[in-house]
């Protein structure tokens, strides 16, 4: 039952009491009695109309709640991804760094790919790239020299 209905059912108790201050006047017991059962009726309505709009607002109230809590994990996650910034590598590949932290010879790095998704991990470095444990795809950090070996091979030719 929607508002419109529950309108119509408050106009037809109010015009089924005007007409019961009429056979009250007219002391008819018969009227009285139909007039009763139609109020009851009515009420019967509005009850059920209320018990709908209150199970509706209750839901609302829920989803309102769920989506208060979400929009407050998605500013925490804002404000905590601001503390990090975006480093580019000589090989033009993109780690974050947490902006807090001293400058050290073994900065940490976190991966970008984590970072879109929400989450945080820590690259690991392994050789010439930096590992996600989340196992996105490698970050090249520095190009590979060859090896003098490699270069005497090639010179051979
Ligand atoms: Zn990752």
Redesign the pocket.
């Known amino acids: 039952m929607d508002i419109a209905s529950i309108s119509a059912a408050i106009s037809a108790v109010s015009g089924t009491t005007k007409l019961i201050g009429s056979v009250i006047d007219g002391r008819d017991s018969v009227k009285l009695n139909e007039l009763k059962i139609a109020m009851n009726d009515h009420l019967l309505q509005l009850s059920t109309a209320a018990l709908a709009i209150n199970e509706k607002l209750i839901a609302t109230q829920k989803e309102n709640g769920e989506l208060q809590e979400e929009i407050s994990k998605l500013r925490e996650q804002i404000a905590d991804q601001s503390h990090y910034q975006l480093h580019t590598f000589p090989t033009g590949t993109h780690a974050f760094k947490d902006s807090r932290m001293e400058p050290t010879d073994r900065d940490v790095y976190f991966?970008a790919?984590?970072m879109a998704e929400g989450k945080k991990?820590i690259l690991q470095p392994q050789g010439l790239v930096l590992k996600?444990p989340?196992l996105?795809p490698d970050i090249l950090i520095s190009i590979p020299t060859p090896l003098p070996a490699q270069i005497i091979r090639k010179n051979r030719f």
Request: glycine share 0%.
């Open positions: 991966c790919a984590c991990a996600c989340k996105h």
